[in-house]
Structures are given as C-alpha cells and as structure tokens.
C-alpha cells in the first residue's frame, strides 16, 4: 500500500474499533455525514467490490434516520441484543474464545494468547476497559499498533507480526462471527461493517 492508502488503512481500523465498542450519539452524528465513511472510499480500489457494496448500502441505511438520536437508540438497541444481553442468550458475542470450542467459554486460549501479546510488547489495557483482551476491539486496537509502529519504523517484524495475526488469528474468528450475524442480525449495520472489516484484514493479510 502507498502511504496514503496506509493513513487511510489506520483510520479504518480505528473506526472499526469504535464501531464493536458501541454507538455513541457523537459517532451517530458523525455516520450520517458523507465524510464518515471518506477512509473507506480512499481504500475504495484496493478493498475489492465486497467492501464498496458494504459501505454503499450502509450509507444509504444510516440516512434513511431521519435524527442522530434515532439512530442512536436503534443502533444501540441492537448492539446490545446482539453483543451484551438477550433473553435467548448473546447470539454473536465479541469475544475470540467464543468461537474456539462449542461452549462458546469466556477467557480460553485465545484471551491467553492476547494477554500474551500484549506483555511481549509492555502494552497493558486502560484502567476504563474492564473486558477480557480477545474482545473484537481489543484485537483490532492491537492490529493497528502493530501498523502503525511498523509502518512508521519500518521493522519488517511488526508488519509481519501483523499480517500473521490478521490472517491466521483473526480472519477466521471474525469470519464465524459474521456468519452467526447474518443469521442474528435484525438491523443490517453490523453484519455490513463486519463484511467491510474482513475486506480489511484480507488486505494486510498475505496472499498463500
């Protein structure tokens, strides 16, 4: 990637982190303008048709909100039913363990293996964030550190370091994640921005 297509690439990656945080009124406001979705439409030639569907008729949806504060309500509605608290059970929770073995556990292998990565490279978690490190976020927040140092530093190691954990960590996870989405899903913003983030670890991620 050029480096505008890199600064592009980051900006992506942070808004995808803020996105499986949850909504916020602020980011509501923000989603309903045209530039929100600007570091996607840079990336618009590399990302392949998948993504530019995905943000196409996520923009439209954003809109059809005629106030932030509707869309926030919906937004938020949904993502709790679908990653904090339901009746039936969380049908598509945000944590890798979750999808490593068919009791859906908290805290396994893969939150071992963060915690792990994050000691490897004396990073440790913001006293605010009480969630366990292989939550979706996290894993992205991590990814963008790997980037943004490696591509800054140029150190051949983080950018690999990164491509691997894109590739072999998360993409399968994520993939399982969108999958039960699209099944879950009663609002169609979180199964398209979890489509556009795949197109976003398929591109730092190797060709084999």
Request: aromatic residues 12%; hydrophobic residues 40%; negative net charge.
């Amino acid at each position: 990637m050029f480096v505008k297509q890199k600064s592009a690439f980051l900006k992506g990656l942070h808004k995808m982190c803020g996105i499986f945080w949850g909504p916020s009124l602020e980011d509501c406001k923000s989603m309903r303008q045209n530039r929100y979705f600007q570091p996607f439409n840079e990336l618009d030639t590399v990302l392949g048709t998948e993504a530019s569907d995905a943000i196409s008729h996520a923009a439209f949806f954003l809109k059809t909100h005629t106030k932030s504060s509707v869309l926030y309500d919906h937004l938020e509605e949904e993502y709790v039913r679908l990653f904090i608290s339901s009746k039936d059970g969380i049908p598509t929770p945000l944590y890798h363990s979750c999808y490593e073995s068919h009791d859906a556990l908290l805290m396994g292998e893969p939150a071992v293996m963060m915690k792990k990565r994050f000691e490897s490279k004396k990073l440790s978690l913001a006293d605010t964030i009480h969630e366990p490190p292989d939550h979706l976020s996290i894993e992205l927040e991590y990814l963008y550190f790997l980037l943004q140092k490696g591509w800054s530093d140029n150190d051949r190691g983080l950018i690999a370091e990164a491509a691997e954990f894109a590739g072999d960590s998360m993409l399968p996870w994520v993939g399982t994640f969108r999958d039960k989405l699209n099944v879950a899903a009663q609002s169609p913003f979180y199964p398209m921005m979890t489509t556009l983030l795949i197109s976003l670890l398929r591109l730092v991620t190797p060709k084999k």
